[in-house]
């Protein structure tokens, strides 16, 4: 079962598809973002790490080249192309540049550096200010993304088929764009994700019939999805299907190519379980009318400490639990509530990162391990297990 959560990126270059395939696994990646280095971070540390048939291996090659080591060194520890090595080197060496001389300020530089996936999270991070000040100065430059067609009829005719990823492709001009947006009325549906357990084939079953609904009610329907073994990123299922990663940047910046022609009557952030639902606010800052549940009620029933505030005034009665921000409080929490308890951000509603566990060492091993998991800031939620 650990086998699944796969996810599929399109790109115009390895280094674009690489980096839009690692931000769309949803493990709290950004694109090639840096690891812990290994042991003492010397030589063999790093062979040592990277001999060893792990997941995070591509990132550990990445760090190795960002500590020093040669193309040659790692190759010879963890045998991975020369090739790719490479292309991993050309996306480091963009990294040092971003850190050493700040963000370029023209749109072609920004356009090269977008060309390599990189996210304006990522150029954020590595230029120390804010994404939003990212997206505000390449869009002031006119880098935005194009976006390209599948071509499902292998260059024997023009493909019609609306199967479309986006790139920022183009050395001296913003690439050209082929998505053509038509003038009707449409609906935006934001798919699951990665399969995994917790988060499955059931949201993408309720995103799949939202399509058919809505297209039978007259609507252009839009899928935007990262999943390639979903019936959702089928080209035939919807109307459109935008082969993306589902974060902020990339869901808002294809709605806005559809809005520049027809209107985008909202978007759907319900059916896709945890990965649209946290996009929802993002999306109504950038003044998408969100369908159904209002980002402020999704934000309700997710943060426990206001779902618990709902309840009290409602006078309806809640199993024991409580809020733990740090390890300390987590104990605390952990022995005034049960002896078997749920471990789970509080930011969550599906089963994806819960985690069972009884009260003592156990307890503080489970908290950590929900502590560590990439990309959650909030604070922790432990609610009681309760057995019929």
Not at 32 to 54: E, H, I, T, W, Y
Not at 249 to 273: A, F, N
Not at 277 to 283: G, I, N, P, T, V
Request: charged share 25%.
């Amino acid at each position: 079962m650990k086998s699944v959560g796969e996810a599929m990126a399109i790109g115009r270059s390895f280094a674009e598809a690489l980096q839009k395939g690692l931000r769309s696994m949803e493990t709290g990646l950004n694109g090639l973002d840096p690891v812990d280095v290994p042991g003492d971070g010397g030589v063999d540390a790093f062979r040592a790490a990277l001999s060893q048939q792990r997941p995070e291996r591509i990132l550990m090659a990445a760090q190795a080249l960002r500590a020093g080591l040669s193309v040659e060194d790692i190759h010879e520890a963890c045998k991975f192309e020369p090739w790719f090595l490479r292309q991993l080197e050309t996306i480091v060496a963009a990294e040092r540049a971003v850190e050493n001389h700040g963000l370029p300020k023209d749109a072609q530089g920004l356009r090269q550096l977008k060309a390599l996936g990189f996210s304006d999270v990522q150029l954020a991070r590595l230029s120390g200010t804010q994404a939003a000040e990212v997206a505000k100065l390449r869009e002031a430059a006119g880098v935005v993304p194009a976006y390209r067609r599948i071509d499902t009829c292998a260059g024997e005719f023009s493909s019609a088929t609306p199967y479309m990823y986006s790139s920022y492709e183009g050395l001296f001009a913003a690439p050209s764009c082929e998505s053509a947006p038509t003038d009707r009325e449409k609906i935006v549906i934001l798919g699951g994700g990665p399969n995994r357990i917790g988060q499955g084939i059931e949201f993408d079953y309720c995103c799949v019939h939202a399509a058919y609904a809505l297209r039978e009610a007259g609507y252009e329907t839009i899928m935007v999805n990262c999943n390639p073994e979903t019936v959702s990123t089928d080209y035939d299922t919807s109307d459109r299907l935008y082969f993306e990663p589902l974060t902020a940047e990339d869901v808002i910046s294809l709605i806005r190519c559809e809005q520049s022609r027809g209107s985008v009557k909202g978007c759907i952030v319900q059916y896709g379980g945890q990965t649209p639902l946290k996009l929802s606010r993002a999306l109504e800052a950038a003044g998408i009318p969100l369908l159904g549940t209002p980002a402020d009620a999704i934000d309700r029933a997710e943060d426990r400490e206001r779902f618990q505030a709902m309840l009290h005034k409602l006078g309806l009665r809640q199993p024991e639990n409580g809020i733990a921000r740090n390890l300390e409080e987590a104990e605390i929490v952990a022995e005034r509530v049960a002896t078997r308890l749920w471990c789970a951000p509080p930011m969550c509603w599906v089963a994806a990162r819960w985690k069972s566990c009884t009260t003592g060492h156990r307890s503080s091993a489970t908290c950590a391990m929900c502590c560590a998991l990439p990309g959650m800031k909030s604070p922790l939620a432990r609610s009681c297990w309760i057995a019929t």
